[in-house]
C-alpha cells in the first residue's frame, strides 16, 4: 500500500517541479525585462523587424538611378494607430514619409505610385492628391499611377495627381463621386423600449444622428455638402486629365458608376492599359532614362520582396488571413468611396 501510494504520488510531485520551473523561468525573464527598460544600455525585444524604413531593391541594375515603388493600398484613412504589430501611423502618414525620402534621395528620378484601394475619406484622399502634386511641382519627378484590383473613388481621386495612369486589364476604377451614410436606429428603439433625450444648442446640433430620422431641411444641408465636394472631385480629374476629357463627357460619366481598364481606356479615365512592367517603361521615359533599378522603403527589410510585394509598410505575418470590412473603418464623415466592396487578402 505505501508503495503505492509513493508511486502515485510521482506525476503530482512532477507537475509540481515543472509548475515551479515555469513560474521562476516567468519571474526571471519579468526581471530581465524591467532591468532591460530602466537600465542601461537599452534592449529593445524587436518583434517585427527594423525600426527604421529601409532601402529595399526588388530590381537591380548597374546604375544608381532609382525609381521607387509607393502603395497606396487598403481603406484611405488616417484612423490607423501604431500597435505591437504596425510600424506606420496611418496611410496618409506612410505615402508622405515616402514622398519626403524620394524628395531627399536625389538617386530617385521617378515613383510609380502602385493602388489597390476602394477610396476612403475626402480628407485623406485629398491630403495624398496634394502631396503627390506638390512632389511633382517641387522636384520635377515624375509620378506614374499604376492600378490593380481597385482604384475607385478616393483611389482614382489620387492617381488624378499623377503623370500617367496604367491599370492592371482586370482593374476596376471610376466610381467617382461622394457618399455620406446615416443609420436610422429610431424605430429599433421605440421596439425594444429605450429611449434617447437629446439636449442641444441649436437644432442642428444632433444633425446626422442615428436616434431619430433626417428632416428635409437636414437633408438639404447635407446634400449641399456632398455636391461641394463632388464638384471639388471633378475639378481634381479635370485637371489630372487635362486635353484628355472634357467637363460635359465627366459630367456624363460621375454618376459613381464603376468602370472595367478597358472601359475607363475608352473613356480618357486612364492612359493605358499594362503590367508593372509597362509602368516601369513608361517611368523611364518620363525620367529620360535608360534604366534604373527599382527600389522600395520598408520597415520589413528581411522579408523576401520583389516586384509583386504589395504595401510594404504593412505587417506581413505567415498563415495570417485578414479580412477587412470597410465598415469597420467607417465613422461619421464623407468618403470618395466604392461602398460594397472589401479588403480581403491572403497574406504569405
Not at 444633425?207 to 430620422?213: A, V
Request: hydrophobic share 40%.
Amino acid at each position: 500500500m505505501n508503495l503505492n501510494k509513493r508511486f502515485l504520488s510521482w506525476p503530482k510531485k512532477l507537475l509540481n517541479y515543472r509548475s515551479s520551473i515555469c513560474l521562476n523561468w516567468l519571474v526571471f525573464l519579468g526581471i530581465a525585462f524591467l532591468l532591460s527598460w530602466s537600465c542601461a544600455p537599452h534592449f529593445h525585444f524587436d518583434l517585427l523587424g527594423e525600426e527604421k524604413l529601409k532601402e529595399v531593391t526588388l530590381v537591380s541594375r548597374p546604375t544608381k538611378n532609382k525609381i521607387l515603388v509607393v502603395d497606396v493600398s487598403g481603406f484611405i484613412g488616417t484612423n490607423l494607430n501604431p500597435s505591437l504589430f504596425q510600424r506606420e501611423t496611418n496611410l496618409v502618414a506612410s505615402v508622405s514619409t515616402r514622398l519626403e525620402k524620394a524628395r531627399q534621395d536625389k538617386d530617385i528620378r521617378a515613383i510609380i505610385l502602385r493602388l489597390d484601394s476602394p477610396g476612403g475619406e475626402v480628407t485623406a484622399a485629398n491630403i495624398i492628391y496634394e502631396e503627390i502634386k506638390r512632389f511633382r511641382q517641387d522636384t520635377g519627378k515624375p509620378v506614374v499611377a499604376l492600378a490593380l484590383s481597385l482604384a475607385t473613388s478616393g483611389a482614382y481621386y489620387i492617381a488624378a495627381a499623377c503623370d500617367s495612369i496604367i491599370a492592371h486589364p482586370s482593374t476596376i476604377t471610376g466610381s467617382i463621386g461622394v457618399i455620406s451614410l446615416f443609420p436610422d436606429i429610431h424605430s429599433l428603439l421605440e421596439k425594444i423600449g429605450i429611449k434617447v433625450n437629446v439636449i442641444k444648442s441649436g437644432r442642428h446640433k444632433d444633425s446626422g444622428s442615428p436616434l431619430r430620422p433626417l428632416s428635409q431641411e437636414e437633408e438639404r444641408l447635407f446634400q449641399n455638402i456632398i455636391d461641394e465636394l463632388y464638384q471639388q472631385f471633378l475639378e481634381v480629374v479635370l485637371q489630372g486629365r487635362q486635353g484628355r476629357i472634357n467637363r460635359q463627357k465627366l459630367l456624363s460619366l460621375a454618376d459613381g458608376r464603376i468602370f472595367t481598364a478597358s472601359q475607363a481606356l475608352a473613356e480618357g479615365l486612364i492612359d493605358k492599359i499594362g503590367y508593372f512592367k509597362d509602368a516601369l517603361k513608361e517611368a523611364l521615359r518620363l525620367s529620360g532614362l535608360r534604366e534604373a533599378r527599382v527600389v522600395t522603403l520598408t520597415y520589413y527589410p528581411k522579408r523576401k520582396n520583389n516586384i509583386y510585394s504589395l504595401a510594404n509598410f504593412r505587417p506581413l505575418l505567415k498563415k495570417e488571413k485578414e479580412i477587412i470590412p470597410l465598415w469597420d473603418s467607417l465613422h461619421p464623415g464623407f468618403y470618395y468611396l466604392w461602398l460594397p466592396s472589401w479588403v480581403e487578402k491572403e497574406l504569405p
